[in-house]
């Protein structure tokens, strides 16, 4: 009785939760469910959802217009690299913060935070004009360097929040075994790292990769990644859902599936830790 | 524990990064100062640039664009901390109880926060907002109703929407994860002396949220208050709803009075700050303990 009770209360949960999902989750599958109907199709009424004739033309059509490939690589050296050099500057700065922690540690992880609350906004002017000054401006190196110190400050959390769970002791146990510094490294830290750092990696690749505030504002074509490729899009010129739509997916589709495995350090990235 | 050496070794690994970020903030900070007190046109070579004393925060403080900027940005960053931490709180809980693949509908309800803002807005603003084929124009008409101009006529619900979309994701991870380190046998205790499910909530399982719904309303403020892309590639900052962001950057880029738009920046640092300072003191308080 009492079990049957409980299935059928799971089966209503069940169907209100994947209910709500899928509503939330109804514009991405729209989005890539029109990328491959044809451009009448596409805004046919009443809208057709499964039944038309797939096509994989409107990709084609994106690639040859746009040099799509071209805004791709972009995003992947910016979102790479910017991430890469983050995180071999953070690496010795959360490490030693974690293990050789001073009076001033608290203080500068704050501080190192409260750098990435100042609105970009506010130093739009400055940044815009030492880019030109400095030749930077379109410039995939000048927005590697931009997206890596937005970031940096998250990097370093993360890093930090991961490194501070590793037990000293084993450490110390190493050394009293005889281990030297080097193998100590090597042996000991590194295989318990590297966990940690994989995710910060991961996490902060999605959020250089759907950074749209300075890629919109610094690129005009050389180093435009996606996020401009897309805005491109904004003025609208005849019937173009369809191509829209197969632009969208090719920008979204690595992403989203690099976010599911990151579901559980976007929490402890976000949050800096403070929800875990 | 900790030597000489290894403190100074500490130190010179903690450089690069201490160094990079203090340069990251104070040249375009000190920059943004000393613009903000000059007149500095640099396309129009007709103005002679000078010392502006407060010229500037004055004017951009009583511009007639200033006010209703600050009420767009209000608007939008309050509607969408409303949708987002309700909905988040029900859709947290909902997904914490038992059901069937449940790892399969928390992936469906995450994947909007990994949308690139540039296409959910293009996408929200044309296959569903457009007023001819859009969505809910379709839906609107088999009903047999007029189809609304999203995008002038409803701008600011609009954007509230498609921001909403992108954000109640990130309320509910966070939530959910807060709610699944609820004591459970706490709950049962209260169901078994017969406490009603609202007073449950109320009593139990609010209180337990306070902390997390703090730290989602203002990370999320910070964020909110600097969207950008989504105003770009929709409205462009017509029909109302040009935040304070897009008026800075309308004055820095678009016109070029870059005086009047840094002292509009450091407005921006200033609410961003007051935001910030909340935000710290309680991620700080979790370092101790």
């Known amino acids: 009785m009492a079990r049957s009770v409980t299935t059928q209360r799971k089966a209503i949960y069940t169907i209100v939760a994947w209910g709500i999902g899928l509503l939330i989750f109804f514009p991405i599958l729209w989005t890539i469910l029109t990328s491959f109907k044809t451009e009448a199709v596409a805004i046919a009424d009443p809208p057709v959802f499964l039944f038309f004739d797939w096509t994989l033309e409107n990709y084609a059509v994106v690639q040859e217009r746009s040099n799509y490939m071209r805004f791709l690589w972009n995003s992947v050296l910016l979102a790479g690299l910017s991430t890469l050099f983050g995180i071999i500057i953070a690496v010795p700065a959360a490490w030693s913060m974690a293990f050789v922690p001073s009076r001033r540690t608290k203080d500068i992880l704050l501080w190192m935070l409260s750098t990435k609350m100042l609105p970009a906004v506010g130093v739009l002017y400055p940044i815009y004009l030492i880019f030109i000054k400095l030749g930077l401006l379109d410039s995939r190196a000048g927005l590697i360097i931009v997206l890596m110190l937005i970031n940096l400050p998250i990097i370093v959390w993360m890093l930090y929040t991961y490194f501070r769970e590793i037990p000293g002791e084993i450490l110390e146990a190493a050394r009293m075994d005889g281990a030297s510094l080097r193998s100590e490294i090597i042996y000991v830290l590194t295989p318990m790292a590297i966990p940690g750092i994989a995710s910060t990696l991961l996490l902060n690749f999605i959020l250089a990769w759907n950074e749209a505030f300075w890629t919109l504002n610094l690129t005009a074509v050389n180093a435009a990644p996606l996020t401009a490729f897309i805005a491109s899009y904004s003025s609208p010129e005849g019937l173009f859902f369809a191509k829209l739509s197969a632009a969208s997916t090719m920008a979204i589709a690595p992403i989203l599936i690099l976010g599911w495995f990151s579901q559980k350090q976007l929490v402890r990235g976000l949050t800096f830790g403070a929800v875990k | ?213 703090t730290i989602v309303v203002l990370i999320q403020t910070i964020f909110l208050l600097s969207i950008f892309a989504e105003i770009f590639v929709t409205t ?54």
């Open chain 2, 1 to 213: 524990m900790a030597t000489q050496h290894s403190r100074s070794a500490a130190r010179l690994m903690m450089a690069p990064a201490v160094i990079l970020l203090l340069g990251w903030m104070l040249v375009p900070l000190t920059m943004t100062l000393w613009f903000s007190f000059r007149n500095y046109f640099p396309l129009r070579p007709d103005r002679e640039p000078g010392w502006a004393g407060f010229d500037n925060y004055v004017r951009f403080f009583s511009s007639s664009a200033f006010w209703p900027s600050v009420q767009t940005t209000l608007v939008i960053v309050g509607g969408v901390l409303l949708i987002t931490i309700v909905l988040g709180i029900l859709l947290a809980i909902l997904l914490d109880q038992p059901m069937w693949g449940q790892g399969a509908v928390r992936i469906l309800v995450i994947a909007p926060f990994f949308v690139m803002p540039t296409v959910s807005a293009l996408v929200w603003k044309n296959m569903f907002m457009d007023p001819v084929n859009g969505l809910f124009a379709h839906l609107w008409r088999f009903f047999g109703a007029e189809p609304v101009v999203w995008l002038s006529d409803a701008s600011l619900g609009s954007i509230i929407m498609i921001v909403s979309w992108q954000w109640l994701p990130f309320a509910t991870l966070i939530l959910l994860t807060a709610i699944q380190s609820l004591d459970g046998e706490q709950l049962e205790a209260a169901e078994m002396d017969g406490a009603p499910v609202h007073k449950r909530f109320v009593y139990i399982v609010l209180p337990h949220l306070a902390r997390a719904i």
């Open chain 2, 236 to 289: 462009g900052g017509a029909f109302g709803t040009r935040t304070l962001t897009y008026l800075i950057f309308q004055r820095v880029l678009e016109s070029q009075n870059v005086g009047l738009g840094s002292a509009g920046g450091v407005y921006a640092i200033i609410l961003a700050n007051i935001v910030a300072i909340f935000l710290m003191r309680i991620v700080g308080k979790n370092l101790d303990a």
